[in-house]
């Protein structure tokens, strides 16, 4: 600070300038410009999310109004030519939460033990190294992720669905008929594709959970001699456990939207599988509208339409509820 | 007053020479034993590892927890074997992706399949001819436009999320956050719509629109993200000297952010360069090289995988590996580039702080 000039006697002495005016909003036009256009902007998000809504609802109303309310919950659909069409979703739907629902039972375990792998028992160099990977992971194309799932890991998950079936088979879950022709394409194995598509997105919420967790809470309660079990259990688990519902709930938005993947790997029957894992005949709503979107017709496509509009809204609100909770429970990011 | 110097007692530290063989044999023992149960009698080597190998590894790691630290141990032994065998299965997961990617799309891999188009090529044609030159094309050309589009607008998103005091900030934040959970389907549904009512023709263009939705909200967060990271002093000493808002945004706070907001266009980037159904919906496959995304079909990288593992032979297949080997060569690149600016962002960030504090 040395370099300042001391103030020359004219300085002082001027008079002090006309008080100026205080006030909030951008003073000049060029800002006025500026805020105004990124806000443009921002509530562009808002026109996107209204416009997809309203094309979709626009082009699926024809369905809609044919189907009525039956369209989500009934279970025929019926396009061929001569017939009268009959679309209705709900084996679909059912068939999107089942295999969302295993997603997230396989993934969750996953994705707390490389959280917790990260940040409390990797160096700081290897963990960043580990968080690398996982963003890659996210990262990659559910196309590949289908490829590699149809090729390699199809006859893998086939493997641990034949043992599965051999010593679990009295198990409802596990039951298959004729195990000739169960297990491939089955609901397990879309359930595993999915769980590897979310387990990324599960992990970076609970990561960035964990980090911020208070860190002498967690030496606290090693102090007074908890192993690092305990800890988990009774410190790290409660006090983190809202984001990581939260983030569980953001891969149960993304479990419902897979698409392609799914696509590949499961083969896609219009009856309800109501819990045979292994049977090899499942659902989803997006790898549906995909399965019959090359050959459908003007009728049919408003069907589609009208199950895009359904996953939408369902993906919406699952997203909303998530976000809402991983954002209450991540206080920090607030600015 | 001077005492003799204590020896360095650490109580904390109990592994002596006992422990450390213990350690080394509880981590090999029930490997080997898994390992020689599953060539001596033939079971299933997963049903093994779930059955034989995680029972046997956990309790050998109970035992050297329970020896070095009592009951306490074994609490630390159970957690740490299980959050490592997780762990494990992720990696070798991911590994097991990369790998197969690698080994068999490089069979299909020459500089020919990287350039020729798909004209006269059927499913049972050798690999020696055709390739997936007009694929690379078209996806470029898309991606690109959808850059153009998506980048300029996630950026102002961005800016307006931290730079205005709009009271809206926290909804435009959870919309776009909503946004970002479109399954990409419906995102591809929504540009068909739009064709449809217009009756306009399926162009490249109308791909570039579907991945726009998906791009828009990676592009705001990362980028976000990077403007929240320059130091608020910086923007407001900015202002404190009579600059106006969007001076100091150009001026101050773009040239910090600068890599960060390259790694915002990046992530996006890799975030759609592999999206397959938004470009079924609304691109038509062509076999040949298309230079124009406004008029008639184009070919993509993820609709040509997608095309060739659809059919049921064996050379068709090879394709569409060589093909996923492109494309994950284009998302490592990116997504590669995208962390080595991070990190000489975060090394270039260093010194300043050193200098602030003084």
């Known amino acids: 600070m040395g370099k300042l000039k001391p103030m020359s006697e004219s300085s002082v002495s001027t008079p002090a300038p006309a008080r100026r005016k205080l006030s909030a909003g951008p003073l000049s036009t060029g800002d006025k410009w500026f805020f105004r256009s990124t806000s443009i902007a921002a509530y562009f998000s808002f026109v996107l999310v209204a416009l997809v809504l309203i094309f979709l609802f626009l082009k699926a109303w024809p369905a809609l109004q044919e189907q009525g309310v039956a369209f ?71 196309v590949i992720i289908g490829l590699w799932g149809f090729y390699v890991f199809t006859p893998v998950a086939i493997s641990w ?23 491939r394409g089955s609901p397990f194995i879309a359930g595993w594709i999915v769980a590897v598509m979310i387990v990324p997105i599960v992990t970076s919420v609970t990561r ?17 001699g908890g192993s690092r079990l305990t800890v988990f259990n009774k410190v790290i688990l409660p006090t983190s456990s809202g984001g990581v519902v939260g983030g569980i709930l953001l891969g149960l938005g993304r479990a419902l939207g897979e698409t392609v993947a799914i696509f590949y790997v499961l083969q896609i029957s219009f009856n309800i599988n109501w819990g045979n894992l292994l049977e090899s005949h499942g659902g989803g709503v997006a790898s549906w509208i995909l399965a019959r979107f090359g050959e459908a017709g003007d009728g049919e496509i408003s069907g589609l339409m009208a199950a895009g509009l359904v996953l939408f809204v369902i993906t919406l609100i699952v997203n909303f509820v998530a976000n809402t909770i991983v954002n209450r429970s991540q206080p920090w990011r607030k600015n | 007053m001077s005492f003799a110097p204590r020896p360095a007692v650490q109580p904390w ?62 609490g630390d032994a159970l957690l740490v074997v299980v959050t490592i065998f997780f762990s494990a299965f992720v990696l070798i997961m991911l590994l097991s992706v990369f790998l197969s990617v690698i080994t068999e799309g490089s069979k299909a891999l020459s500089l020919q399949f990287l350039t020729q188009n798909n004209v006269y090529i059927s499913n049972t044609t050798s690999l020696e001819y055709g390739g997936v030159g007009n694929a690379i094309v078209g996806t470029l050309l898309i991606v690109g436009i959808t850059t153009i589009l998506a980048v300029p607008l996630g950026i102002a998103m961005a800016v307006y999320l931290t730079q205005s005091q709009s009271k809206l900030r926290g909804v435009v934040r959870t919309v776009t956050q909503a946004l970002s959970g479109l399954p990409s389907v419906v995102s591809g549904l929504f540009v068909l719509s739009i064709i449809v009512t217009f009756g306009f023709e399926k162009s490249g263009i109308f791909g570039s ?48 952010a600068k890599s960060g907001l390259v790694t915002a266009l990046l992530l ?63 998302v490592a690149f990116l997504f590669g580039l995208a962390r080595f600016l991070g990190r000489a962002k975060s090394m270039k960030s260093k010194p300043t702080k050193q200098k602030a504090s003084k």
């Open chain 1, 208 to 224: 960035e959970i964990f980090s911020q967790l208070d860190k002498d809470l967690i030496n606290g309660a090693l102090a007074l």
């Open chain 1, 72 to 142: 989500v919950y009934g279970n025929t659909w019926v396009a061929e030519d001569g017939q009268p069409l009959v679309m209705q979703i709900g084996p679909m739907i059912y068939g999107s939460m089942l295999i969302a629902l295993i997603g997230v039972l396989i993934a969750t375990p996953m994705a707390i033990s490389l959280a917790y792998m990260i940040v409390f028992m990797l160096g700081s160099r290897l963990a960043k190294i580990a968080t690398t990977l996982i963003d890659l992971l996210a990262a990659l194309p559910s």
């Open chain 2, 268 to 330: 996006g980037l890799a975030r759609v360069i592999g999206e397959t159904a938004p470009l079924l919906l609304t691109v038509n496959v062509n076999n040949g090289t298309s230079w124009d995304p406004f008029n008639g079909p184009m070919e993509t990288l993820p609709a040509y995988v997608y095309g060739y593992l659809s059919s049921s032979f064996n050379s068709a297949h090879q394709r569409a590996w060589g093909a996923g080997l492109v494309l994950l060569i284009l």
């Open chain 1, 161 to 183: 669905e034949t043992t599965l079936h051999n010593y679990l088979g009295w198990f409802p879950l596990f039951q298959v008929e004729n195990p000739e022709n169960a297990f």
């Open chain 2, 209 to 256: 629109i579907a991945l726009f939705p998906l791009m828009l909200p990676t592009v705001a967060r990362v980028a976000e993200e990077a403007l929240k990271l320059v130091p608020s002093d910086l923007r407001l000493a900015a202002l404190a000297l009579g600059a106006p808002n969007y001076k100091a945004f150009f001026q101050v706070i773009l040239p910090a």
């Open chain 2, 13 to 74: 530290k109990r592994a002596n020479t006992n422990r450390r063989i213990l350690i080394v044999l509880a981590s090999i023992l029930p490997l080997l034993i898994t390992a020689g149960l599953v060539i001596a009698t033939g079971i299933d080597s997963s049903l093994a590892t779930i059955v034989v190998f995680l029972p046997l590894q956990v309790i050998a790691a109970g035992f050297v927890g329970f020896n070095a630290y009592g009951r306490r141990g074994f």
